[in-house]
């Protein structure tokens, strides 16, 4: 049972460019919304959260849009770099629980 | 380096084996998440410990089985082992194990079960 559907599932952007991943969720219960990054080898990282008591969250290059109504939410990564080719997964907490609920996972490839 | 280590970093075994994988967590953290990554599944969480009592179960086969010790390290067991076992199995860490702390992953144990 998925939870937390994402898409696209993989990703090309030209350097410079704007990649936006975007998630979609359906358990209302959920209030925290990570956003990890995964470079082949390595364990998932976190990158940048957001509640949804916030529509969106920017740190540096990075931004989460978030839209409670549409139980929906978005990864933009601004000047996309080629450092940034990764695979992204987004994720859903619930209010009353610690496990994280992960999406199906978006591979990104930035080329110069 | 997110502090938090798993040995052994790969592991190849046969059908109707039994495995231990190993978690320390980082340090002061009392929280250590299983999950299990595969290409067909996705990332999916097992089982949580807090201070060496379980806290939650995800979905988590009955022939898999977790515990953490007194010194926090953690390890997961996997038994009657199948073919599609194989995945790459993560340890996660946190503080307290609150909704919203900041899970930090260990670089995961590849399993290959031939």
């Known amino acids: 049972q998925q939870q937390v559907k994402q898409s696209p599932q993989s990703l090309i952007v030209q350097k410079g460019g704007i990649s936006i991943i975007n998630c979609a969720y359906e358990n209302t219960a959920f209030d925290y919304f990570p956003w990890y990054q995964q470079f082949p080898g390595k364990g998932p990282a976190l990158l940048i959260a957001i509640r949804p008591d916030v529509s969106e969250k920017k740190e540096g290059r990075f931004t989460i849009s978030f839209n409670k109504s549409a139980k929906q939410f978005s990864l933009h990564i601004m000047d996309s770099q080629p450092g940034d080719s990764a695979t992204y997964f987004c994720?859903?907490?619930?209010?009353?629980?610690?496990?994280?609920?992960f999406g199906t996972g978006t591979r990104l490839q930035v080329f110069p | 380096d997110s502090g938090v280590t798993q040995t052994p970093k790969h592991l190849i075994t046969a059908t109707g084996q039994r495995v231990t994988l190993r978690c320390s967590p980082r340090?002061?953290?009392?929280?250590v998440y299983w999950y299990q990554q595969s290409l067909d599944q996705g990332l999916q969480f097992l089982i949580q410990y807090y201070n060496g009592e379980e806290r939650a179960k995800g979905n988590i086969l009955e022939r898999f089985s977790a515990q953490q010790f007194p010194d926090l390290h953690s390890e997961l067991n996997l038994s009657s082992l199948e073919l599609g076992d194989s995945a790459l199995y993560f340890c996660?860490?946190?503080?307290?194990?609150?909704?919203?702390?900041?899970?930090?992953f260990g670089p995961g144990t590849r399993l290959l079960v031939l």
């Open positions: 994720a859903a907490v619930g209010a009353n629980t610690d496990k994280l609920i």
């Open positions: 996660a860490s946190s503080v307290g194990g609150g909704a919203g702390e900041t899970q930090y």
């Open positions: 340090s002061g953290d009392l929280s």
